[in-house]
């Protein structure tokens, strides 16, 4: 098995990291070492008795485990390519994968990660369904080949169709992405051309679109496991650390539109370009045969 660099971000949140490290303790897939960057946290992860418990069963468990402590509260962006570096210098291992710091995986989550790259992608991720209210669901068979899919408009504005990743499949497939979400593996080679920005707020809002989107233009292909799961314990969109979040996230909206009309203008759509070049040209016709059967989703009482 591939062994994979795993990489968190944390701060403020050692009762949640906790968690997360103990679902990893349970993963299926176990060839893994694991880098935690503490962005300058008011009461630092590595003080934290359950965070240093966790850290030694993970290491007489056979993983590396390396807790970095920050000082400067980089945002999460910088702290991302900080870690990011330190990974790329210290080890060569041929995965890497980001995980955030308040999600419990499912125990098949990196196996299933593991599994779409070893399927031909670049970068993989799963789907985070939602933990508050109904449980939804949704036929895969009635799903076009492409989730988290990106529509491009001819003026550069763009809309993304996230919904995707609220959904928990009937079935297990992999299918093509324009863009991942959250927690993800992939290969090496992803993160040697491919920065974080480091143009954005604390919030880091769009920061997965800027990635998924220099991704496709690298020629990279990006796949999502309909049957991995993740559950998000804070919130699948950024989290509420910061009491001026709403404000931020339109800035960095604002942002990443001027970017994409940057692209759009030097490459034309370049999402539709892709899903060309792999092959998925009758996406407005599959998308039609979706809402003709009706039975996109049904809700779980």
Do not use: W
Request: neutral net charge; contains cysteine.
């Amino acid at each position: 098995m591939d062994r994979v660099d795993l990489m968190v971000t944390t701060k403020n949140r050692p009762t949640e990291l906790a968690l997360l490290m103990q679902s990893l303790r349970t993963q299926t897939h176990q060839d893994f070492d694991l880098y935690i960057l503490d962005d300058a946290s008011q009461n630092p992860s590595m003080n934290n008795y359950f965070v240093n418990y966790l850290i030694q069963k993970l290491k007489l468990e056979g993983h590396k485990v390396m807790m970095i402590q920050n000082n400067i509260g980089a945002g999460v962006c910088r702290a991302r390519q900080q870690l990011v570096d330190y990974v790329l210098k210290n080890s060569t291992n041929p995965l890497m994968g980001r995980l955030d710091d308040d999600v419990i995986l499912e125990p098949d989550y990196i196996s299933k990660l593991v599994n779409v790259i070893q399927n031909g992608y670049d970068i993989a991720s799963g789907v985070t369904p939602h933990i508050i209210g109904n449980r939804i669901r949704r036929e895969t068979k009635f799903v076009s080949p492409v989730i988290n899919r990106v529509v491009l408009n001819n003026d550069g504005s763009f809309l993304i169709n996230s919904d995707d990743c609220g959904f928990e499949y009937t079935e297990s497939k992999i299918l093509t992405a324009d863009h991942f979400r959250s927690c993800m593996i992939c290969k090496r080679e992803v993160h040697d051309q491919i920065e974080y920005e480091d143009n954005l707020t604390n919030v880091g809002f769009r920061e997965e679109e800027f990635f998924s989107f220099r991704a496709i233009l690298k020629g990279f292909k990006i796949g999502v496991d309909t049957s991995a799961k993740v559950q998000h314990l804070v919130c699948p969109s950024g989290g509420t650390r910061n009491p001026n979040y709403g404000n931020d996230t339109l800035q960095d909206h604002k942002v990443f539109n001027r970017f994409v009309k940057k692209i759009f203008a030097k490459h034309g759509d370049f999402i539709e370009a892709y899903h060309k070049r792999l092959g998925l040209d009758d996406l407005n016709k599959l998308s039609n045969l979706n809402k003709e059967n009706n039975l996109i989703y049904s809700r779980e009482e």
